[in-house]
Every structure is written in structure tokens, then in C-alpha cells.
């Protein structure tokens, strides 16, 4: 007889609204075993499951699954772990409903199986449970006695380092800022992603013999050269795509007017939440304007929330449709009482006779036809301007490489954009012995796809240095 299935999904726990946007707490409070395990049988298990393929790095969600539906948790930590070094990670900011959940067979006719709720339930266990999980006592190989470069901490960096320890190389990463982590410590907030979970998960990563090297910036004190002189058989670039994109418009200067990445590092990486305690101010006035559709949107509108503003706006010159943040965090900045601004662009920004922003004057715009994305192009409703008042703006239109690696690397090829130019399967770059991955050559996208991309090349390293003796 077929499993009767539950059509609904087990809801996952939450902070209250009006309760979360004064602290800064996770928001998502995450399933107990009952839960999981009620969440977990609602898994048809079917011999061609389409989850898998959803997955940029391969998870056996079928087989992580089955094993919560035997309550056979050290199984199904051990089954994640074997392909994903940071599952306490991807369970809170995949973007699942357009990965793994995507693709879920269930989802045809019902919800889709929450699978990175379950994922982060079973990485949660196994962080709080360390023996009793087993995953953290790990078999290393005999050494290769190759040494291999990996520069930046982010999802590529970590992902590439943890795989190639576990081939049996040994690794230096070398992370630019004071912190490893990358945008899962300096992007992503507190309250989505706990940094004690990225501090563990990177930890995790250490302990396969990953030395990580912060306050390395490498292109300025040490080349590429000198890393591949310097007894570095191979080199990774994993630095990510994190300088800001301005609108170029007038008052783009004025004080009040942040960009994302600097908004997002004061507060997350400088702690300015706790200031006076750490000594980095941030200036929030009463009503904030946050300009983009994207998760850094979402974010800096969240943080201005709970950091005390009165009003928050975000403005955004698609609907809500077309936004490419994660539906989640979209869903929780509505409740939190958000105002979404759609079909709105700014067209310049005004101050005060002290320099600070006080307005932006912005068009509507209508969507016409789709773009080469597939998405509809925002069209300029003509005298459509009006004013708004704002005390602060937040600039969250998107990233684009850094291009101080890039330029400091003779035979390194970069694309129109900016990005290194590299092999999609392989991560190959055009410079012998240097290969890529992750933002840096996809331009700003998930960490899962970085992930994904940290990995073939962590593949193709490992045949390459076996190949070549
Ligand atoms: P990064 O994470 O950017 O890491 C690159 C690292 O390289 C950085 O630590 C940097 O300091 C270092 N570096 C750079 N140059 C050098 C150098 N010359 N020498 C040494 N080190 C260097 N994706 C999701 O899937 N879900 C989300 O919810 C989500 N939310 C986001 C929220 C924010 C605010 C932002 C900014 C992005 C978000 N993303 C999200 C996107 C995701 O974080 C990125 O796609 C992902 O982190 C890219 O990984 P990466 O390893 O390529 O680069
Ligand atoms: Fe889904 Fe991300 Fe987990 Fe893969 S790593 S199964 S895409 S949540």
C-alpha cells in the first residue's frame, strides 16, 4: 500500500516579528527531532529522486533523509558531511526553493520536502553531539607531500581547501581580512547566520589540516608568482566579486549614503551593533531607503530595522516576482513591516546644507519585454518623479571583482566584466597551475554555486597533481 504522505510541511519554529527585530537573534529557530522526523517522512523516496540534481555539490539528500526516517542521525551526518563541508551553512542560506527543493518531486503536487531545514537540523545535531556523530573524526590519507595555495576563506575558498586536504595535500588559505569566512562573516547577518556556526564549520575545515592565514593579501604584499615559486605546486582563487556597484547619479557623495558592503561589514564584521563596546560607529537616522531586490537588500533593510530606525523602505525597480532574494528572507523582511517600493528607481539624491542626505527624487517604471535572464526589463514611466525623505540611503545594487589580483597576475585572463576567465567544469584559468572558482568567476551569485565550483576544481587539482607525479 502507498505511504500516506502529509500534504503539508512541518512549519519550522520562528522568533515572533515584532519580537526579533529588537534583538538580533536568529530568526529561523530550527526543527526538533520530532519535527525533523515527521519533516523527513513526508520524503516519497522514489528510485529517481530529482533532489540531487538541484544540488551544485551532489548531497544524497535521499540518503541523509532515509537515514533521519531510521532515526539513524551519526548515518545521516556522515552522508552530508561526505559532500558538504559546510551543512550547517547551506541549510540556512541555500536559496532551496530554486536548488534542491526546486527540483524535489513532492513539490510537483505539494510542498517540497524542507530538505535544508532538515539539513541544518542534522549539522546542528552533530555540532552539539561531536563524538557521538563521528563525522569529526576524520581518516586523513597518507600525504601526497604537495602543498597547494588557496586564496580567499569564502564558500570556494573553504570548499576547495577541505576537499583537497581530504585528497590528502596540504593546504594554506590566504584570507585579505582579519576574519575567515568570507561573506558568511562579513555579509550575511547574525541573525540569519550565527557566526559561532560559521566559526565551527570552519573549524571543522582546520581540523583536516587546512592552515588558514588571515591579514594575506595576496596580489599586493605576495604574487601568484611567488605563491607558485614559493613551493605551491597548485593555486586556488577563491576572493569572491565583493566591490560595491554605484548608481551614478548626483548626490551619490553625500554623507548618510552608504554601499551595502560597507553598511554590511561596519555591522557585521566590525560589530557596530555592540558599539560602544566595539569601537565601530554606523549612523542609522529614522527612515532608511535600501535600494536593490537582492539577499544584500533584504539584509541591510533588516539590519536597519533592528538597529533602530523608524521606517524602512526598500526600493526596487522590478516586483516582487522578479526579486532575486531568497523567498524566505523576502518573506520575513514583509512581516518585519518592511515597505517594498516596486517599479521605483532613483534618479538623484538630495541633501541638507550640512551635506546629509535628506531625499531622493525617483521615476515608477512599467516591465517590458524579458532581458537575456528572462526577466522583464524595467521601462521609464515618463513624468512619473516624485520625492521622497530619507536620513539614510543604502546602496545594494550588486558586487564586481576586485580587480587587484586580476591585474597583479601576468597570463591570467579576465572576462568583460571583470571576472577570471575559467574553465566551467574544471575551474582551469589561462595561467599555468592557477586555477578558480566561486563569485570571482560566476560574478556575485550563492554560496552554493561557489561551493560547486570549489569543488570541481578541488577534483581537478587533485587528477592534475596525481597526473603530474
Ligand atoms: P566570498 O564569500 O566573497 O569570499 C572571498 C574571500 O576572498 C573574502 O573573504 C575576501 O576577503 C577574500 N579575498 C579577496 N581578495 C583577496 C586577495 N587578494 N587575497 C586574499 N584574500 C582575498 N548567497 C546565498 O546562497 N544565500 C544567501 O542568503 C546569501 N546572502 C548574501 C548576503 C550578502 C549580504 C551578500 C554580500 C551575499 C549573499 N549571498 C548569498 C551570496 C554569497 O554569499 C556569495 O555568492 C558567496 O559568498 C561567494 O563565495 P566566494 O567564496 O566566491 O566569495
Ligand atoms: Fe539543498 Fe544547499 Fe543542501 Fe544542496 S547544500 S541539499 S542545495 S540546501
Known amino acids: 500500500m502507498a505511504k500516506k504522505i502529509n500534504p503539508n510541511r512541518v512549519p519550522v519554529p520562528e522568533q515572533k516579528p515584532e519580537v526579533r527585530i529588537r534583538n538580533v537573534d536568529e530568526v529561523v529557530l530550527g526543527y526538533d527531532f520530532d519535527m525533523a522526523f515527521e519533516e523527513a517522512n513526508r520524503c516519497l523516496q522514489l528510485p529517481k529522486p530529482g533532489c540531487i540534481k538541484g544540488c551544485p555539490v551532489e548531497v544524497d539528500i535521499p540518503g541523509f533523509i532515509r537515514a533521519i526516517q531510521e532515526r539513524d542521525l551519526p548515518r545521516s551526518a556522515k552522508i ?8 550547517a551553512v547551506c541549510g540556512r542560506v541555500c536559496p532551496q526553493e530554486r536548488q534542491c527543493e526546486g527540483t524535489c518531486i513532492l513539490g510537483k503536487k505539494a510542498p517540497s520536502v524542507a530538505i535544508g531545514k532538515l539539513e541544518r537540523f542534522v549539522a546542528d545535531w552533530a555540532r552539539e553531539h561531536p563524538s557521538e556523530s563521528g563525522v ?19 564558500p570556494a575558498g573553504l570548499t576547495a581547501a577541505a576537499d583537497l586536504a581530504k585528497y590528502g595535500h596540504k593546504v594554506t588559505v590566504f584570507e585579505a581580512l582579519h576574519e575567515a569566512g568570507g561573506v558568511l562573516m562579513y555579509g550575511i547577518p547574525e541573525f540569519r547566520l ?14 583536516l589540516g587546512v592552515e588558514i592565514t588571515v591579514n594575506s593579501v595576496i596580489g599586493r604584499l605576495t ?9 605551491y605546486s597548485a593555486v586556488f582563487l577563491g576572493i569572491g566579486a565583493g566591490a560595491p556597484m554605484f548608481l551614478h547619479i548626483s548626490g551619490e557623495n553625500l554623507n548618510g549614503i552608504y554601499s551595502a558592503n560597507e553598511y554590511l561589514v561596519r555591522i557585521n564584521l566590525m560589530k557596530s551593533y555592540l558599539f560602544p563596546e566595539y569601537d565601530t560607529p554606523i549612523k542609522i537616522g529614522r527612515k532608511v531607503a535600501v535600494v536593490g531586490g537582492g539577499d544584500v537588500a533584504m539584509d541591510a533593510s533588516r539590519w536597519s530595522l533592528r538597529l533602530g530606525a523608524d521606517e524602512v523602505h526598500i526600493i526596487y525597480r522590478r516586483s516582487w516576482e522578479e526579486m532575486p532574494s531568497r523567498l524566505e528572507e523576502r518573506n520575513h523582511a514583509k512581516e518585519e513591516g518592511i515597505i517594498f517600493d516596486f517599479l521605483t528607481v532613483p534618479k538623484q539624491f538630495f541633501g541638507d546644507e550640512h551635506g546629509w542626505v535628506k531625499g531622493i527624487e525617483c521615476y515608477k517604471t512599467e516591465l517590458g519585454e524579458p532581458d537575456e535572464r528572462g526577466r522583464r526589463r524595467p521601462v521609464r514611466i515618463p513624468g512619473s518623479e516624485f520625492t521622497m525623505e530619507v536620513d539614510t540611503v543604502v546602496s545594494a545594487l550588486g558586487t564586481v571583482p576586485n580587480p587587484l589580483l586580476p591585474r597583479s597576475t601576468e597570463g591570467l585572463e579576465t572576462t568583460k566584466w571583470g571576472t577570471i576567465a575559467a574553465d566551467e567544469k574544471t575551474g582551469k584559468t589561462s595561467k599555468d597551475r592557477v586555477w578558480a572558482g566561486g563569485d570571482i568567476t560566476s560574478g556575485a551569485a550563492t554560496v552554493i ?3 560547486g565550483a570549489g569543488k570541481r576544481a578541488a577534483a581537478d587539482i587533485d587528477a592534475w597533481l596525481r597526473s603530474s607525479g
Open 194 to 207: 550565527p557566526k559561532k556556526i560559521v566559526k565551527a564549520e570552519i573549524d571543522y575545515v582546520r581540523s
Open 136 to 154: 569529526f573524526d576524520i581518516k586523513l590519507p597518507k600525504p601526497s607531500g604537495k602543498r597547494v595555495a588557496v586564496v580567499g576563506s569564502g
Open 223 to 231: 604574487s601568484v608568482d611567488e605563491l607558485l615559486k614559493d613551493g
Open 80 to 87: 552530508l558531511w561526505d559532500k558538504n563541508s559546510l551543512p
Open 449 to 451: 554555486s561557489a561551493m
